[in-house]
């Protein structure tokens, strides 16, 4: 008769057993670091009781580029103000220019030199003022109207069909409140003839 072992068989371990083997663990995976190995040595500590010596100088070649000059500012400067103020002159020139076109002394002065027969029969019709390449296309008017100093003294070149001449006139106000006395309205042409205008008088 045979006898049949199990092949599962439970082998139980006492518990005291048990407990035992955990010192041994613990010992053999302790991180204290054993009596056997040796101990690092430690570092050498410096001290610098002294300043650090320079290092190499190296002198630089003896061919350098020269910088350039420094070039100054106010040439330019000086030439942008003078070109500023020169434009600031020539545009209070031209309204200046403008503003005695447009005067009601001057419509008057070209209405009497139009009804005069002697400055048409010299200058021919369609008398008007003359005018200048420099000024656009538009007469330039010599002189200044001040109306309330009571001062007008006008002088330009008026044309007709025949020939030009150059127009002066001049009236002033003696004192406030009086009206104005022409002293000078004339009118000499390029050939020398001289016309003197009378203003004409409403009737």
Do not use: C
Request: proline share 10%.
């Amino acid at each position: 008769m045979s006898l049949r072992v199990p092949l599962r068989a439970s082998v139980r371990v006492p518990r005291a057993q048990h407990f035992r083997a955990l010192p041994s663990l613990r010992a053999h995976y302790s991180t204290k670091p054993s009596e056997d190995h040796h101990a690092k040595p430690a570092p050498q500590v410096e001290t610098f009781d002294k300043t650090a010596r320079p290092g190499l100088y190296y002198p630089r070649p003896q061919r350098e580029r020269d910088l350039p000059p420094l070039q100054s500012k106010w040439p330019a400067l000086l030439a942008l103000s003078v070109a500023g103020v020169s434009a600031w002159g020539l545009f209070m020139v031209f309204v200046t220019n403008q503003e005695k076109l447009s005067s009601s002394v001057m419509q008057q002065v070209m209405n009497t030199l139009r009804e005069n027969p002697e400055l048409r029969a010299a200058l021919g019709e369609a008398i008007r003022p003359e005018p200048v390449w420099w000024m656009n296309g538009d007469p330039w008017i010599s002189g200044a109207i001040h109306m309330p100093g009571g001062n007008i003294d006008l002088s330009f070149r008026v044309k007709g069909h025949k020939g030009a001449g150059t127009l002066y006139f001049t009236s002033i106000r003696r004192e406030k409140g009086q009206p104005f006395e022409i002293l000078r309205f004339k009118v000499i042409g390029d050939d020398g003839t001289e016309i003197n205008i009378n203003p004409v008088k409403p009737s």
